[in-house]
């Protein structure tokens, strides 16, 4: 069974910024979708960002537009997560999820966490005031 493992998460202040990596255990042999999502203590799991195997096609929440940016690198079959100029709002455990065999995804389907069928355990982000 296919697991995915994200990296980067950690402490840091308001302002600054973090860079999260997600990767399968087995590199995905054809295309792909891959997306982060958070949760924060209290709160649903939301959607952040995703993005097609090539890169060509990428979706963000509008509480990120501007300030996260989301790359994938598919020889490696991994995303990249690269968060600027982080806020206390952004604090959460984020989650890297991913569909294998998909070329294109509609955005309003990208956000659903109900259509991937992988995920990672998380990383924890935390950004103090």
């Known amino acids: 069974q296919v697991y995915l493992v994200e990296s980067g998460g950690g402490l840091v202040q308001a302002g600054g910024s973090l860079r999260l990596s997600c990767a399968p255990s087995?590199?995905?042999?054809?295309?792909?979708?891959m997306a982060w999502f958070r949760q924060a203590p209290g709160y649903d799991r939301e959607f952040v960002s995703a993005?097609?195997?090539?890169?060509?096609?990428?979706y963000f929440a509008d509480s990120v537009r501007g300030r996260f940016a989301i790359s994938s690198d598919s020889a490696k079959s991994t995303v990249y997560l690269q968060m600027n100029d982080l806020k206390p709002d952004d604090t959460a455990v984020y989650y890297c999820?991913?569909?294998?065999?998909?070329?294109?995804?509609?955005?309003?389907?990208?956000?659903?966490?109900?259509?991937?069928?992988?995920w990672g355990q998380g990383t924890q982000v935390t950004v103090s005031p």
């Open positions: 999820a991913a569909k294998k065999d998909i070329y294109v995804v509609a955005e309003a389907l990208a956000e659903r966490e109900s259509w991937y069928d992988f």
């Open positions: 087995e590199r995905f042999a054809g295309t792909y979708i």
């Open positions: 993005i097609t195997w090539s890169g060509g096609n990428s």
